[in-house]
């Protein structure tokens, strides 16, 4: 995520599905996402976040296995991200489209497919 072997505007769609949250350099895997997004492309950017923090928490002394489960939930996770989340990928060059499920997906069966329909659909689009 951080060093993709690809040309610059290689991809019109970029998924990254709870991806962001594993990835040491936050701004370098943003940064590679919009190189390698045509122009007007979009990224779908899954991740866990919570709406109760104002801002991502993250700290690199949490480095144990242990400690980024206390803290993030997950043992290989490096951040938890917050409501910032939003800003910090738009400053990143991508426009955020992010709405709710049933918006941009009206005649999904959430079930079927395992979406959560109270997670936000995070879609953004390379300005």
Known sequence: ME???F???SFDVVIANHVLEHVS???KALGEIHRVLDRAGFAIL???YSNKLLATWEDK?????????????QEDHVRLF??????????????????SHEELLT?????????????????????
């Not at 002394?61 to 939930?73: F, M, Q, S, V, Y």
């Not at 409501?83 to 709405?99: N, Q, Y």
């Open 25 to 27: 350099d936050l701004s």
């Open 107 to 127: 005649n999904m069966d959430a079930s079927r497919y395992g979406v959560n329909v109270l997670e936000p659909f995070f879609l953004f689009q390379k300005n």
């Open 61 to 73: 002394g949490i480095d144990t296995p242990e400690a980024r489960l206390h803290a993030h939930g």
């Open 82 to 99: 917050g409501r910032d989340i939003f800003k910090r990928i738009s400053d990143a060059g991508l426009r955020d489209l992010t709405r």
């Open 46 to 48: 899954q991740t866990p």
């Open 3 to 5: 060093a993709m072997p």
């Open 7 to 9: 040309p610059d505007a």
